[in-house]
């Protein structure tokens, strides 16, 4: 399979979880990967596991300076730039009531500065690239409000918002911007969580692999006449509520 033979992606927060499985599909795909992430020890493995074609740069999504050395590391290696992921994220809980100034600068420097940070530095190469795809991971936190996570979820809808206004921008280049809206995956992220999916259409939470198969169409050709547009992949968590039935 070469669905995108001969791309060069950049993929943030790609030593484990969602990006890991990201990495991993556009690698087997025909791609070649630079995994970006503050996980050094864990990143280096995923990009030893991977093999040929791939390499871990140490990225906190936070930092130009680090921005500028991951996507420079990219055009040395492999010659360019024409996938970018912009997976890495974090979560902090409280009530709003209760919810301090540096939890919410911290989620969201990451969260939504990041992506735009990766964006902005990522414009240049993927111009030079004749175009290219940029997939912004948010959530379905970026679709409806939750209790107990305020800057997450202010985040996520600043992902969604952005998207749009970066594909109107960047259509001219021939360059997309679209954003995937995971709701309840399982990744180490949500490994401590307790999670009744009894409610949803398909009563059971996500894999990374799965997501990995959506980015892996925005990411590729089949995509070339969409922009500006959001993925829910969730199970059906937002279509509504069901009563779960007994039995099959």
């Not at 992506?115 to 175009?131: D, E, H, M, N, R």
């Not at 940029?134 to 409000?145: E, L, T, V």
């Amino acid at each position: 399979m070469e669905r995108v033979i001969d791309k060069v992606a950049l993929v943030t927060g790609g030593a484990r979880g969602i990006g890991a499985a990201v990495a991993l599909r556009l690698h087997g795909e025909g791609a070649r990967v630079v995994i970006g992430d503050i996980l050094d020890d864990e990143g280096k493995a995923t990009a030893e596991r991977m093999g040929s074609g791939t390499l871990y740069v140490h990225l906190d999504v936070t930092s130009p300076q680090e921005w500028e050395t991951a996507v420079g590391t990219a055009i040395e290696a492999f010659g360019g730039l024409h996938i970018l992921v912009n997976n890495a994220g974090i979560v902090n809980f409280a009530s709003i009531e209760d919810y301090t100034l540096e939890q919410w600068n911290t989620v969201i420097a990451v969260n939504l500065t990041g992506t735009f940070l990766g964006i902005k530095t990522s414009i240049p190469a993927l111009k030079q690239s004749s175009g290219g795809s940029i997939i912004n991971i948010s959530s379905i936190a970026g679709m409806r409000g939750y209790e107990q996570i305020p800057g997450y979820t202010a985040s996520k809808f600043g992902v969604r918002g952005l998207t749009k206004s970066a594909a109107l921008d960047l259509g001219r280049y021939g360059i997309r911007v679209n954003s995937v809206h995971p709701g309840v995956i399982s990744t180490p992220m949500t490994a401590d969580m307790v999670m009744d999916m009894s409610h949803t259409a398909l009563g059971r939470i996500g894999h990374p692999g799965e997501v990995a198969d959506l980015v892996l169409y925005l990411a590729s050709h089949e995509s070339s006449f969409v922009t500006g547009a959001e993925f829910i992949i969730d199970g059906g968590d937002t279509a509504g509520t069901i009563a779960r039935r007994e039995g099959p």
